[in-house]
């Protein structure tokens, strides 16, 4: 990029018209199926002063100017974008996951050292069944972004009227349904895809018990993993998958570093001054604006630590900071 400049936090705040879905020739022949974005490490922020008490000047949104927000293509984020050589289309929509999470490499002396080598920020969507499974990769030593795996989710136990009536009231009014009709597949097919990609990043092992290596999911709140996985794990029939025993809830930590609490993810934004990017309830959106309040609590030193654990017999979950939030207000859904 050429230069840099702040973007006004009008033309950010509540920007979430994706009224122009892309449009796809054939959604499932696509030379681009298997290309993953390779990693970016192009650091281009700048920081502005912050609200905050905590720390100054720690904030990470800055954009080129020669370069406005623009909303993700959903086809290129789960590998089925064809219309990478239209220009009018690259016009329209971000094809670089990376674009909204770069950080200021100030930052990176001031950080503390973490225990854990990488971050995985989950924002799963869907209330009766899973519709959206977005996971951030994230370097928790130089607070970079790695990698993304993004995919909608097709329900397997809701009649057709009833899946058709929850996408078109969900995504239908941000734009995004039919996108979501034509990519979402079943959670079956998404986990056995999750695992050859944690496979690709060395973040797991199946022959070593299954459970994530150097890595931890972190999430905004514990409904994603203490609830939602394993219920549709029940639903599609399969076991709960080992890697999915621990998590970091963001808010947790929020709240035992800062001292303060934060109820969701647009409080902690608010209270750190950061504005939020694309559309609130869309899973990618949203984890790219939790993986942006990670990157500012990374930056201000605060230790990614597991907050709760799921004992493998029992199945009871174990929260293991003293000081959390124990009442959250019930997590906004579908
Ligand atoms: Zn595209």
Redesign the pocket.
């Known amino acids: 990029m050429a230069y840099l400049t702040r973007i006004p936090a009008g033309r950010i705040f509540g920007f979430c018209s994706r009224s122009i879905s ?1 449009p796809i020739k054939n959604p499932f022949v696509s030379s681009t199926l298997s290309h993953v974005p390779s990693p970016k490490f192009t650091i281009t922020a700048q920081f502005s002063s912050s609200p905050s008490p905590s720390s100054a000047e720690t904030n990470t949104q800055v954009f080129s100017s020669s370069n406005r927000w623009r909303p993700m ?1 959903l ?2 984020t789960q590998g089925k ?1 064809t ?2 050589d239209d220009p009018s ?1 690259l016009e329209k ?1 971000n ?1 670089d996951c990376s674009r909204d999470l770069q950080v200021n490499p100030a930052l990176i002396e001031k950080k503390c050292s973490q225990d854990l080598d990488f971050l995985l920020v989950i924002d799963l969507e869907g209330k009766v069944e899973i519709l959206e499974f977005p996971v951030l990769l994230m370097d928790a030593k130089s607070m970079r972004f790695v990698d993304f795996f993004h995919r909608f989710v097709r329900p397997t136990k809701m009649s057709e009227l009833a899946v058709n009536r929850y996408i078109e009231g969900k995504y239908g009014e941000i734009g995004v349904d039919r996108v979501w009709h034509d990519t979402a597949q079943p959670f079956t097919e998404v986990i056995q895809q999750f695992e050859a990609w944690l496979s690709q990043h060395n973040l797991w092992e199946k022959e070593k018990g299954g459970c994530l290596t150097r890595a931890a999911f972190v999430t905004c709140g514990n409904w994603d993993l203490k609830t939602k996985v394993p219920q549709q794990c029940q639903v599609s029939g399969i076991k709960l998958p080992p890697y999915f025993r621990e998590w970091v809830n963001l808010k947790d930590v929020y709240l035992n570093f800062y001292g303060r609490e934060a109820r969701g993810m647009m409080s902690m934004m608010k209270q750190l001054g950061i504005p939020s990017l694309g559309c609130h309830h869309l899973g990618i959106d949203d984890s790219k604006n939790i993986a942006r309040v990670l990157q500012r609590m990374l930056a201000d030193g605060a230790l990614m630590q597991i907050t709760a654990k799921r004992n493998p017999e029992s199945q009871k979950v174990e929260f293991l900071f003293e000081n959390r939030i124990e009442h959250p207000v019930r997590r906004r859904q579908a």
Do not use: E, G, P
């Open positions: 892309s293509c086809y290129y974008c219309q990478m289309h929509f094809h």
